[in-house]
């Protein structure tokens, strides 16, 4: 009878095995079907839109996008509008870590200073960053250094937010074990603080880097400096909608790339965490 036992678990487990792998290609299927088709009709409505009450305005169909798009891509500006954009963007993005999580790590070590800087923070991630375009443009004129400096004024506040969450939320019981262990200073923002932070600042990341990208072309765009913003204002001035559709569409497709970039950064630097680990906390 123990003999037979080994052989009936190898099999059970031999089905299970087998019983699971077509489950979970059919259900790759289905997502992958589901997505397809939601593609689809998002084109279908927006063929019927164009040709209909989009075609008095010159709203481009799918077919005539896709036209200026491969014509758009065999130019060296599509491109080197692109290369400024993103360049400007990222760089923003780093003035934004560079100076958010300091400032963020200043503030969640102190429970005091993190309740007497609430408003402060509150008031400064609501106020809208194009409200200052008027003086930055006077400051800085059409230059990348207005759109840098937008970016900042935009994007720092999550990574600020998250960061001073993320300390203020470690463990009382940690920072207790840390002391008794006489840990230094840098040991406990190794091994105690970047642990802890890291899942939160990924968050901020994330909302950071579409700001930045959006505050990049924005910038362009009503600043007048070099990028797909730029170009999509030429392309709207001379009514070519076609093109600024392109322009438009390039842009989200950016967005798109940017957060999936920092979503694959965030699995392979927090591996470890339950919510990256497969099969969660288990």
């Known amino acids: 009878m123990t003999g037979t036992k080994p052989t009936a678990m190898t099999g059970t487990k031999s089905r299970a095995v087998t019983g ?59 491109w080197s509008n692109i290369a400024t954009s993103v360049e400007t963007a990222l760089l ?7 100076v958010g999580v300091p400032v963020g790590l200043l503030i969640g070590a102190n429970e005091h200073v993190r309740r007497s800087t609430q408003l402060l923070l509150d008031f400064g991630r609501t106020v809208p960053a194009i409200a200052l375009l008027p003086l930055l443009l006077l400051l800085f004129g ?22 001073s969450y993320a300390v203020g939320e470690i463990s009382p019981q ?35 880097a579409t700001i930045s990208l959006l505050m990049a072309i924005s910038s362009e765009f009503l600043g007048g400096s070099d990028g797909l913003g730029y170009a999509l204002l030429q392309a709207m001035q001379i009514n070519d909608t076609e093109r600024a559709f392109v322009y438009s569409f390039t842009a989200a497709v950016l967005g798109l790339l940017l957060n ?18 497969k099969g969660g906390a288990a």
């Open 174 to 208: 940690l920072r207790r074990v840390a002391r008794a262990y006489h840990l230094t200073r840098w040991h406990r923002l190794r091994h105690l603080v970047a642990p802890s932070m890291f899942p939160f600042v990924f968050v901020g990341l994330r909302i950071a």
């Open 20 to 78: 699971t792998k077509p489950g979970a290609a059919s259900l790759g299927v289905r997502r992958l079907a589901n997505r397809l088709l939601a593609i689809f009709v998002a084109l279908v409505v927006w063929y019927l839109f164009a040709s209909g009450p989009g075609s008095s305005s010159g709203f481009p169909t799918p077919l005539e996008s896709f036209r200026s798009a491969v014509g758009l891509a065999e130019t060296g500006a599509y």
């Open 92 to 98: 923003g993005l780093a003035l934004a870590v560079l």
């Open 142 to 163: 059409a230059t990348r250094d207005l759109g840098l400096v937008l970016i900042l004024v935009s994007a720092v506040w999550p990574v600020v937010i998250q960061t």
């Open 260 to 277: 999936l970039f920092f979503v694959l950064l965030q699995r392979r630097v927090l591996w470890w965490h339950p919510s990256v680990r």
